[in-house]
């Protein structure tokens, strides 16, 4: 393995194609790639180094077709490329966002997704614990789909054994705002105090600026949230977000949210045109609504809560939302 400090400029940049399109790449695309960051290098020089980062394992070559990173590619990728990917929004998410296009009014289309790894063995447990969660109002949505070994999705190939579980990002709600032209931000993440089924109030927040992980995907990996103890006894910690626009667009952010297809979208705790004082993050939500909502992977917590599975990762690549289906029907496909 290379230290960091002795890469070449050109196999550093390489890295950043790599990773940040999170797709096949041949050798003339990462010719055209690096000459567009002002790197101008002959197709035999990256033949070269990609025959170098193969010999280290970091890449995987699929023959005509191209190279991409493989998981220790990845992960040498996010270390290399750490403040690259510091900020309010990560720089992968933001690029992945750009690829959405759900149409709310055919309800077909890309989305932002969350994916969980569990073992092959106990996907059906996995399974039946997520069917029972589908009944909370702490989800944003009970849809689902699996990848099975082998298959691969953004920067992500299921290792053998394993099977991977997609679900919907809360992410997806400042897409479709931004997608009609409302300037939409995530200010911050929470934890969510549940009593009686009810909601009481907020435990704990992260703010999203300066981080490259989901403050969400910290709370849960971290196990912080008791999302097993709401579905049981209505009393526990979720995660939920605080998501801001110009008070002006108060109508048209409620118009949008109102003809969202529940089963895909249905984590909206509260929508207001004027943030509340105990929820204002800085001076500049004098001025801004807000919508509350619950995480996305709320749904997935309580598998990471019971050890059920594992490598839980938040607005990690995008799906076909049409091929997500409610989880009671995932399960007919998983016998225990």
Known sequence: MFEIDEYPETVIEIFRILYFSGKLQTTGELRSALKRR???VEARTIRYHLTNLEKNGLVRRYGNRGVMLTAEGVEEAKTLLVFDRVGGLAMETERLSLDCDYDPRTGKGSIMVNTILVDRRKTAEAIEILSGVSESRVILSSRLAVLH?????WNCEVPEGKNALIGVSGRNYDIMLQQARIPTETSATFLYRIEGGR???IADIISHSGTTLSPGELLIRGKYTSVSGVVATGCGLVTAAIKTFPSVFFDE?????ENLDESLFSGLVE??????QSYRVSYKDRNRGYMLVYGG???F???VEQDIAEHLSISHSIYRSERMLPVKEAA???PG
């Open 297 to 299: 992977a709320n749904f």
């Open 271 to 276: 929508v207001r045109a004027q943030i509340p």
């Open 332 to 334: 007919a496909s998983f």
């Open 149 to 153: 070994a082998g298959e691969r999705m």
């Open 199 to 201: 909601p009481r109030g």
């Open 301 to 303: 917590a309580p598998l």
């Open 253 to 257: 952010v409620k118009s949008i949210l």
């Open 38 to 40: 002002s790197v101008d």
